[in-house]
């Protein structure tokens, strides 16, 4: 079955850690994105990427990294500069070139910092 | 810029009763819409959406939702409520930048 799988589905990290958070899909999407989801505020874009080798920055960029080297892949870096990084993380991915395509959501990762 | 408003973070309803989840959005060329629904500790799931033409769009679960241009509007309904409805909806606008953007979300709670 096609989708997208993240991994792990819950992850903690001590003060000061690198951490990565993993992004595959399988339904030949060329867009990416990256939300984080606080309570009460709804989805906010980190980062999204329409093509392999290239990102943008979305709302929220600060003390987060990607890379784009695959298709079918987007990891998502939570460095250390991320001052509150306790939250939930949701990728999504997406046809390109069409207004109206609905973007398809993998099942989170629930990051806490100890 | 392109944004949503959903009024109420909660909205509680007796099993069998009707659900109105309100979405204002605000575009200054015509949106694309979409609702979808959240159970705990999971993804977001397509309900439904709106691109052009039929301004009732009806999606999956029984839900259905209305596109007033006039009220700059999108709200969702379900004639009667299950249990199984209690999760939290989101309205989402498509910026035109392949980006969604989504409102603060309303948490249905359904009562037997």
């Known amino acids: 079955d096609g989708g997208i799988t993240q991994s792990p589905k819950y992850l903690f990290r001590k003060e000061g850690q690198n951490v990565t958070l993993s992004c595959e899909q399988n339904l030949n999407h060329d867009a990416m994105y990256w939300y984080r989801q606080d309570p009460g505020q709804g989805l906010r874009l980190i980062y999204y990427?329409?093509?392999?080798?290239?990102?943008q920055k979305g709302d929220i960029a600060e003390g987060y990294s990607v890379s784009r080297e695959k298709k079918e892949s987007f990891p998502l870096t939570v460095t250390s500069a991320q001052k509150n990084p306790t939250a939930f993380y949701l990728c999504a991915s997406s046809n390109q070139g069409a207004l109206a395509t609905e973007a398809f959501f993998g099942q989170g990762t629930r990051l806490t910092v100890v | 810029a392109q944004s949503v408003t959903q009024l109420g973070s909660h909205v509680s309803v007796s099993e069998g009763a009707l659900v109105l989840l309100r979405c204002n959005y605000s575009?200054?060329?015509?949106?694309?819409l979409f609702w979808y629904v959240q159970y705990p500790n999971q993804g977001l799931q397509l309900l439904l959406k709106?691109?052009?033409?039929?301004?009732l769009v009806k999606g999956i679960n029984g839900f259905e939702a209305e596109f007033k241009k006039s009220e700059t509007s999108f709200h969702l309904t379900k004639p009667s409520a299950h249990m199984s409805d209690a999760a939290e909806y989101f309205c989402?606008?498509?910026?035109?930048?392949?980006?969604?953007?989504f409102g603060t979300g309303t948490r249905l709670l359904v009562s037997p």
């Open positions: 709106y691109t052009t033409g039929a301004t």
């Open positions: 575009s200054s060329v015509p949106p694309y």
């Open positions: 989402a606008v498509n910026t035109g930048f392949q980006k969604l953007v």
């Open positions: 990427s329409q093509i392999v080798n290239d990102f």
